[in-house]
């Protein structure tokens, strides 16, 4: 692709210097000249108004996906439990699926698994494609992928949503690779563009300084990932459904890998994307000695504990109680953020909090603007008598 510049229609105005995000243009006796370090992006010629800036690109057409329908959802489970973020993720697929009138589908993948399909459909599943062999009893990242894989070339989805777990880590760039799509992962937010018709995927970027908000026009299905916690869960009591069975040819040859042994780390507190009350610590807390007053505070309000980034790579608490854009996303009922300043980072995690309790000494922090309630003051002083007055209630 080359890039040039008509001299005699060029006015000087710089509107390609400053929109060229490679400094790829400079001005040169009041025109504009293309240097060497140009990409090619083009930036420049939609910047130009004189329509001085020309390309022998041809444009990009979009393809016709007429054929793509449905949106999918896929459906973890493990050793027979749902994981609560399908859950959600069926609340959201429903509300995507209403703007482009299609069904959602949910894709539940194991053996012996027949019986989540009803609590799909209840939870929002037209369908539900589910798959079962004995290759598939456990997660292993490859019949996984041969049988989604498989699967989108039977039925050409248009929109696939997964969880950002454990799993769905592992499991969605192999199928977005293997399908040749692009993938959004962390997003926060989702929603259809009216005219276009295509999926509007938002996440933090930059640090989470930015919310980007991405369009993908040229493949599909359209893919994304969320973290647990940011949907809500939208029970649909008496919804009928179908279930489609479907088969993979795969056999243990094929998979290389085996599971000898599934050791688990004991948990010594509850689940934070579940708790009802939540009481958050960062910088301000101190040290260690701080959050175990705090957890004194959660257990008296029958809640759990969580902290801050900073709270982590210190050691005061462990790295999964941690809540904001690097962890967790939690919808509490009650969060209570205990020397927290607020950073855009740490906010993007509780942002669907109900209500937001702030103990903070600095009456500026950006906790403030966020929170339903603040109190300016000395956490130390603060928390003990909070408790105080807790027990004695």
């Known amino acids: ?152 070339g039977r039925f050409k989805p248009n929109i696939l949503l997964m969880g950002a777990t454990h799993i769905g880590r592992d499991l969605a760039p192999r199928i977005s690779r293997r399908v040749a799509v692009g993938l959004t992962a962390d997003c926060t937010e989702l929603s259809i563009d ?12 930059f640090g ?35 279930i489609i069975r479907e088969s993979i040819s795969i056999s243990e040859q094929d998979v290389q890998t085996k599971i000898l042994e599934i050791v688990r780390e004991a948990r010594k507190t509850g689940d934070l994307s579940k708790a009802k009350i939540v009481v958050g610590g960062g910088r301000g807390v101190g040290d260690a000695d701080g959050f175990r007053v705090l957890e004194k505070l959660a257990d008296v309000l029958a809640g759990e504990v969580a902290g801050t980034r900073v709270a982590v790579e210190e050691g005061w608490i462990s790295a999964d109680r941690q809540v904001g854009q690097t962890g ?17 980072q740490h906010r993007a995690g509780i942002m669907n909090a109900r209500y937001i309790v702030a103990i903070n000494r600095d009456e500026r922090a950006p906790i403030f603007q966020v929170a339903d309630w603040g109190i300016v003051g000395d956490l130390r002083e603060l928390v003990p008598e909070m408790i105080r007055q807790l027990e004695s209630a």
């Open 1 to 152: 692709m080359t890039i040039w510049i008509d001299a005699e229609l060029c006015n000087g105005c710089k509107r390609c210097v400053k929109a060229c995000p490679y400094e790829g243009v400079e001005m040169r006796d009041g025109k504009a000249h293309i240097l060497e370090r140009c990409t090619s992006c083009g930036a420049c010629i939609e910047s130009c108004k004189q329509k001085a800036i020309s390309s022998d690109a041809a444009p990009r057409e979009i393809p016709d996906f007429s054929d793509r329908k449905g949106v999918w959802v896929y459906a973890e489970q493990r050793e027979g439990k749902l994981h609560s973020v399908s859950l959600e993720l069926l609340g959201k697929a429903g509300e995507l699926a209403e703007n482009l009138d299609q069904e959602v589908s949910a894709v539940l993948l194991g053996d012996g698994v027949v019986h989540l399909a009803e609590t799909l459909i209840q939870y929002g599943a037209d369908h539900v494609i589910l798959v079962e062999d004995p290759c598939l009893l456990q997660y292993r990242t490859v019949p996984y992928t041969d049988a989604m894989e498989m699967l989108i």
């Open 194 to 205: 009216p005219d276009e018709k295509i999926l509007l995927q938002t996440r933090p970027a």
């Open 208 to 242: 989470g300084n930015v919310m980007a908000t991405i369009a993908n026009r040229y493949s599909r299905p359209q893919m994304a990932t969320v973290r647990p916690g940011v949907m809500e869960q939208k029970e649909c009591p008496g919804k009928q459904g179908e």
């Open 328 to 344: 967790q996303s939690i919808r509490p009922e009650l969060y209570i953020a205990c020397g927290i300043s607020g950073a855009i």
